[in-house]
């Protein structure tokens, strides 16, 4: 029973001593690793606010269209526009556009059509350059901590007269290798989130101009009958 107890008690003292060391590490990192920090907050901010504002923009009725059509072939264009704005999704305010410039040349209102459907794709793509410049920019970051630990090995070594003391020339390889890592643990996630937002958005921009073709098909069947 004691030797459990001794157990315990030493892997309570290893699990807090490897707290202390994550914390010595990251002020080892020296004000850079605080700027990787401030960056991986935005990171995961932007991610999930533009992850949530994707879901919401994408969740639209399957039966959406076949809705619309039903309207627009018994002439209640005001029911149509209502349904539309009940969606309040991008593909709903795209088609509610159209459906209040109907009457007017086609050509009207495809280009109306395609004016909202150019904002909204500018709304949702908000922020995505940020989270970009930070998956590039997080690793340049970590690689200039770098270089300023090697800078200051050299310096620590230079004041030493030259002689190597592995105490001394801790701080400055601390530095190099603990920003190198923080940079690397910001960047990648930021760069395969931005990829995935892309690539969620890409996928909306389809569903979009496949709802606009739909819609101008259910224009164009009146003057075929």
Not at 107 to 118: F, L
Not at 124 to 130: A, K, M, R, S, T
Request: aromatic share 8%; net charge neutral.
């Amino acid at each position: 029973m004691i030797k459990l107890l001794q157990v315990a008690d030493v892997a309570v003292e290893a699990v807090a001593a490897e707290k202390m060391s994550l914390w010595e590490l990251f002020n080892q990192g020296g004000w850079l690793m605080w700027v990787l920090l401030l960056l991986g907050g935005a990171m995961i901010f932007i991610f999930v606010e533009r992850f949530v504002a994707i879901q919401r923009a994408s969740r639209l009725d399957m039966h959406f269209m076949n809705r619309i059509r039903d309207y627009v072939m018994d002439g209640k264009v005001k029911e149509a526009i209502a349904f539309c704005h009940h969606e309040n999704t991008p593909i709903a305010r795209m088609i509610e556009k159209g459906l209040e410039r109907l009457g007017r040349p086609m050509s009207d209102v495809q280009n109306a059509i395609e004016n909202v459907a150019n904002l909204e794709v500018s709304k949702l793509e908000n922020g995505l350059p940020f989270l970009a410049t930070i998956a590039g920019g997080a690793p340049m970051i970590g690689f200039l901590g770098t270089v300023l630990g090697m800078v200051r090995t050299f310096m620590d070594m230079s004041a030493a007269g030259g002689t190597v003391d592995m105490a001394l020339l801790s701080g400055g390889m601390y530095v190099a290798m603990v920003t190198t890592v923080g940079g690397l643990i910001v960047g990648i996630p930021a760069y395969f989130g931005y990829n995935y937002l892309v690539a969620r958005i890409e996928k909306l921009v389809f569903r979009m101009e496949a709802n606009s073709i739909a819609f101008m098909d259910i224009l164009n069947q009146p003057a075929q009958k």
